[in-house]
């Protein structure tokens, strides 16, 4: 089956821009993830959405916001871009019975100038 | 607050040699899985242990999962280039929900 699609792939944005992201996941899965991803941090856990709703959320500011859509696809938005927004995105999905595994796309690279 | 370490932060190895990485916490996860990521690209499920005690075995790669479900190890036998990549662990709360990862184990793996 088809994996997790993030697209775009690559965008450079200017600082104060804003920027969105989007996410398909696996066919059937229901649990959409966001992370953001850079050399100093590692992976850190950006929000969690299932059928709709935001369940989790992480340590991030307000700029940082997301959405899913009843098809469970979902995108993610980041308004105002500092410099240090750049980094790689990564959606995950999941299916809400195997909540124990989740799936990474390929990711969005964004480079903020 | 679950916090997931790795060991070591880098590897550099030759081809043919073993390895071990180790994911250790303080806190008991309901499941662990390990990703391996290369430059670019999203992180790949390698596989996921669920019981304590547990190991599982894909080819060459061993995993281990403590049996406090608090850490666990990646073996590589026979290490090739291509295993080259970061490895990350991700442990999963008791509800299966939230996700936490670790750091990562930089491998690199000379021919």
């Known amino acids: 089956k088809a994996g997790v699609t993030q697209t775009p792939r690559y965008l450079i944005k200017t600082r104060g821009q804003q920027v969105t992201l989007s996410c398909s996941p696996i066919s059937g899965h229901r649990s959409v993830s966001w992370y953001q991803q850079t050399p100093g941090q590692g992976l850190q856990f950006l929000f969690e959405y299932f059928s709709e709703t935001q369940r989790n959320k992480g340590n991030f500011p307000g700029r940082f916001s997301g959405r899913q859509f009843s098809n469970s696809r979902s995108e993610m938005n980041v308004s105002t871009l500092e410099l240090g927004d750049s980094a790689l995105y990564l959606c995950?999905?999941?299916?809400?019975?195997?909540?124990?595994?989740?799936?990474f796309g390929e990711g969005s690279w964004l480079t903020v100038v | 607050t679950q916090l997931l370490e790795q060991s070591p932060q880098f590897l550099s190895i030759q081809e043919g040699e073993n390895l071990t990485v180790y994911c250790n916490s303080s806190?008991?996860?309901?499941?662990l899985q390990w990703y391996r990521q290369e430059p670019g690209e999203g992180p790949v499920l390698l596989v996921t242990v669920v019981t304590g005690g547990e190991v599982k075995k894909l080819k060459r790669l061993t995993f281990q999962f403590g049996d406090a479900r608090k850490d666990s190890s990646l073996h590589i036998t026979a290490a090739q280039p291509g295993d080259t990549g970061l490895y990350l662990c991700a442990g999963a709360d008791n509800y299966g929900q939230n996700f936490v990862f670790g750091p990562g184990t930089r491998l690199s793996v000379l021919p």
């Open positions: 995950a999905s999941s299916l809400v019975a195997d909540g124990n595994t989740i799936y």
């Open positions: 806190s008991v996860f309901s499941s």
